[in-house]
């Protein structure tokens, strides 16, 4: 039996417990899940791209060697061929992300016949963006109930330096 993987590509500045959901979602269907968390540095990150990686990891690490994290720069596309596999993993929130998702799904396939599969988060969770943990964060906020208390944490240190 051949190993089925997919990519699940993103920001994740920071990884909320949406996109926990949807690895753990994605883990009943594939047996490995690679978190392939983009440079980006058009979006200007809070956090720098290792902090990224090692946020993600320390969130999957009960997985035990089913969910990878790797960051990555360039064509997503390039990315997945290290993982020989061209099914993506994305979650959607909105109508308003679905979108926008679309158009990367349908230049994905166009580029490698890459597959992309778009999964909701829980609908207590559906709420919950990077964006919206940063601004919450940012103005004093409690994060706890949106992200794990070591990405809690992280926040907290970045936003005393600010």
Do not use: W
Request: hydrophobic share 45%; charged share 25%; net charge positive.
């Amino acid at each position: 039996m051949t190993t089925k993987i997919c990519v699940y590509p993103g920001t994740f500045d920071p990884v909320h417990l949406g996109h926990l959901d949807i690895v753990e979602r994605a883990l009943n269907i594939f047996e490995a899940v690679v978190v392939a968390i983009a440079e980006n540095p058009k979006k200007k990150p809070f956090f720098s791209l290792e902090e990224r990686v090692k946020m993600f990891q320390d969130a999957v690490s009960k997985y035990k060697g089913r969910v990878i994290v790797e960051g990555f720069s360039g064509l997503l596309v390039n990315f997945m061929k290290r993982y020989n596999t061209k099914i993506i993993i994305r979650g959607v929130r909105l109508f308003t992300d679905f979108e926008y998702e679309l158009q990367i799904a349908m230049t994905n396939y166009k580029l490698d016949k890459v597959e992309t599969f778009f999964m909701m988060p829980q609908q207590e969770l559906i709420h919950i963006s990077s964006s919206i943990v940063k601004d919450v964060a940012l103005h004093g906020g409690d994060v706890s109930n949106m992200v794990t208390p070591y990405v809690k944490s992280m926040l907290e240190e970045k936003v005393r330096k600010i």
